[in-house]
């Protein structure tokens, strides 16, 4: 599949706060195929409020199949911050995600939105990554290319 023919798929979730049943969410979004039908169709983005923190099961099973942009060096200048999301008032823990397919992305930063208006609009901060399409960046090279070699 081309680039021009694949499409991004962005899919958001909301776990359990209840360790197994999270873990049982977690290990459906594998088994009943939702990330990888999503991956036959493009570059996968997954995203929300998982409720594990990095070392938990839960976070483990999403992090052996798919890249944590906070933990992923980032490709550009801009330095990734791993920080807590929740709760939004005095964060303690990093519970809410953003994964990609490998391979796909480049991770120029990840940084979580720690002001008051965030923390007035949820119990949870929000967390940003600015990614960039591999593909479209190595099309882009390559189309550059061959338009410098014909001229």
Same mark, same amino acid.
């Given at each position: 599949? #081309?680039?021009? /023919?694949?499409?991004? =798929?962005?899919?958001?979730?909301h776990?359990s706060?209840?360790p197994? /049943? !999270?873990?049982?969410? @977690?290990?459906?979004? *594998?088994?009943? +195929?939702?990330i990888?039908?999503? %991956?036959?169709? +493009?570059p996968?983005?997954l995203?929300?409020? *998982? ?8 976070? /483990? ?16 200048? @801009?330095?990734?911050? !791993?920080?807590?999301? %929740? ?5 303690l823990?990093?519970?809410d ?12 930063? @990840?940084?979580?939105?720690?002001? =008051?208006?965030? @923390? ?11 990614? /960039?399409?591999? +593909? ?13 070699? #014909?001229?």
């Amino acid at each position: 599949m #081309s680039w021009e /023919e694949s499409r991004l =798929q962005i899919l958001n979730t909301h776990l359990s706060i209840y360790p197994k /049943e !999270r873990y049982e969410q @977690a290990a459906a979004l *594998f088994t009943d +195929g939702w990330i990888d039908e999503a %991956w036959k169709c +493009g570059p996968v983005i997954l995203a929300g409020d *998982f409720n594990p923190h990095p070392g938990m099961d839960t976070y /483990e099973l999403m992090a052996k199949r798919l890249l944590d942009v906070q933990i992923s060096p980032p490709s550009g200048t @801009a330095k990734s911050a !791993r920080s807590s999301t %929740w709760i939004s008032r005095r964060p303690l823990v990093r519970i809410d995600h953003i994964f990609t397919s490998h391979n796909d992305f480049c991770v120029h930063s @990840a940084r979580v939105i720690d002001s =008051q208006l965030a @923390a007035n609009a949820s119990d949870h901060l929000p967390l940003v990554a600015d990614l /960039e399409l591999v +593909g479209l960046r190595n099309e882009a090279l390559a189309t550059n290319r061959n338009q410098a070699a #014909s001229t």
